[in-house]
Nanobody, 123 residues
């Protein structure tokens, strides 16, 4: 099992920045990819960004458009999501996820999930 713990969410004004963190513990050698998803009220959970853990390759949802950056600290088994130029439509619960086998962009591709951290962007 892999446990994922997110932190760093909060309330920020439009145009501001936040950095989310996700610390992994447990059988972390099982992780192939770590990713971020988000879910806004009344909407489905959607892919944001992911990183293939051993190679460090990254991929993003089209809507990110350079606004968000995913990075990692191997020594801490932690992945980050730097979010800049935040907009009210970025308001959502942000979830960290880990995938044992692939580098997917679908919710169903991921095996482990964190509890989520709320990001609220005020206008």
């Amino acid at each position: 099992q892999v446990q994922l713990t997110e932190s760093g969410g909060g309330l920020v004004q439009a145009g501001g920045s936040l950095r989310l963190s996700c610390a992994a513990s447990g059988r972390t050698f099982n992780m192939y990819t770590m990713g971020w998803f988000r879910q806004a009220p009344g909407k489905e959970r959607e892919f944001v960004a992911a990183m293939q853990w051993s190679r460090g390759s990254t991929f993003y949802a089209d809507f990110v458009k350079g606004q968000f950056t995913i990075s990692r600290d191997n020594g801490k088994n932690t992945v980050y999501l730097q979010m800049n130029s935040l907009k009210p439509e970025d308001t959502a619960v942000y979830y960290c996820a880990a995938d044992r086998w692939r580098s997917g962009i679908k919710v169903g591709d991921y095996d482990y999930w964190g509890q989520g951290t709320q990001v609220t962007v005020s206008s």
